[in-house]
């Protein structure tokens, strides 16, 4: 049975964001299925790349997105309010892009793009 086509989002645990992203994936690409990895504040866990165990389950849960599900997109979300992540809009963007570098390291041939999700839960393309 053929299984679509599947995009990865290293996304906020925070149910907020969960729907604006799916929603704008499916806007703006052809896909089929999302495969959400959700941690709490993502984007900092990548960014600073210390808590091993923690980067480690990601690059897992991302490798099985890619392998088996022949996955090659994949975004890292950062978002308003974050609880686990309490930087501003701009400290989070900057957490957003050193993210997308590290998962940009463990993956060769996948689009990996940054996105973050305003107070209007609104997403934007970090570039």
């Known amino acids: 049975m053929e299984k ?5 989002v290293i996304n906020c645990i925070d149910g907020r964001v969960q729907t604006p992203v799916l929603d704008w994936f499916h806007e703006n ?3 089929d299925h ?3 990895i959700t941690e709490p504040g993502p ?7 210390e808590d091993q165990k923690t980067v480690e389950s990601i690059k897992e849960r991302v490798k099985v ?3 088996e599900h022949n996955s090659e997109r ?3 979300v950062g978002h308003y309010d974050c609880a ?4 501003g809009r701009a400290g989070q963007i900057e957490h957003i892009k050193d993210a997308v570098e590290v998962v940009n390291s463990w993956i060769s041939g996948a689009d ?3 996105l973050w999700v305003d107070s209007d839960w609104q997403v934007e393309v970090v570039d």
Request: glycine content about 6%.
């Open 112 to 114: 990996v793009l940054g």
């Open 43 to 49: 984007n900092l866990i990548l960014a600073k790349n």
């Open 29 to 31: 690409y052809e896909v």
């Open 84 to 87: 686990a992540n309490p930087a």
């Open 65 to 67: 997105s890619t392998e």
């Open 74 to 76: 994949i975004a890292v």
């Open 34 to 36: 999302v495969d959400m």
């Open 4 to 8: 679509g086509v599947f995009m990865t």
